[in-house]
């Protein structure tokens, strides 16, 4: 079974709305999490790395007051898209590992803002 | 700075071929993860395999193998016996040592279709 759940798997929100997207680790303490944006037919791009309690560090790039990620707790992180747009519209992955607990990846999110 | 790079960017194949995905890699780290992932249609990554810098065993999993070598900066990926499932995209990764594999860079991906 999963051991990263990721929700929602598909949202559709309306321009100038915000999305939350969840992240968690379900048997296994999530010391870091890492959030990827995939755009149609291309790769997998890292935005940022959140470890628990402290802040994200956001690649070069990547706007840290539009995309906040929370990393309160060692089994849940989310990333907020605020003031979503079109160009926003795209798939989400999260990942986490922990101590002694190799890497897995949520099962996505698709964002489509109208 | 690392990168990863898949130079075929779509394969096709007759069912019952076998294919090789390619895989070359640029790393300052003399330590280092590599990774094998496939994403089908639905999106999820799916786990394949990973391998450290210092394990240059090819590996063979079924119908899966990999061919890892560090002087040429290559992980290559064959599929024997190819099926209609084995259709996604299929990504070759890097991480360096110190994340023990948690921050990956993807190549861009290699969409490989099995027609039956």
């Known amino acids: 079974g999963a051991v990263v759940s990721q929700h929602p798997s598909r949202v559709i929100c309306k321009s100038g709305t915000s999305v939350k997207i969840e992240c968690r680790s379900l048997?296994?303490?999530?010391?870091?999490m890492f959030w990827y944006r995939q755009f149609p037919k291309q790769s997998l791009m890292l935005m940022a790395t959140?470890?628990?309690?402290?802040?994200?560090?956001?690649e070069q790039g990547v706007e840290k007051d539009k995309f906040l990620i929370n990393h309160a707790s060692l089994t849940l992180s989310t990333l907020t898209v605020t003031s979503a747009h079109p160009e926003d519209s795209s798939f989400y992955i999260c990942?986490?590992?922990?101590?002694?607990?190799?890497?897995?990846f949520g099962n996505g999110t698709r964002l489509t803002v109208t | 700075a690392q990168k990863v790079t898949q130079a075929q960017t779509e394969i096709s194949v007759v069912e019952k071929e076998d294919v090789t995905l390619d895989c070359v890699y640029e790393?300052?780290?003399?330590?280092?993860?590599l990774f094998w992932y496939k994403q089908p249609p639905s999106g999820e990554l799916v786990f394949l395999i990973r391998?450290?810098?210092?394990?240059?065993q090819n590996e063979i999993s079924g119908r899966y193998s990999w061919n890892f070598q560090k002087s040429t900066s290559s992980f290559n990926f064959t599929i024997t016996a190819s099926q209609v499932v084995d259709s996604a995209v299929y990504f070759c990764?890097?991480?360096?040592?110190?994340?023990?594999?948690?921050?990956?860079?993807f190549g861009q991906g290699t969409e490989l279709s099995v027609k039956p």
């Open positions: 990942s986490a590992t922990g101590y002694n607990s190799p890497l897995h």
């Open positions: 048997d296994f303490q999530a010391t870091t």
């Open positions: 959140s470890n628990e309690g402290s802040k994200a560090t956001y």
């Open positions: 790393t300052r780290d003399t330590t280092y993860y």
């Open positions: 391998r450290n810098s210092f394990d240059e």
């Open positions: 990764a890097l991480s360096e040592a110190y994340n023990q594999g948690g921050k990956l860079i």
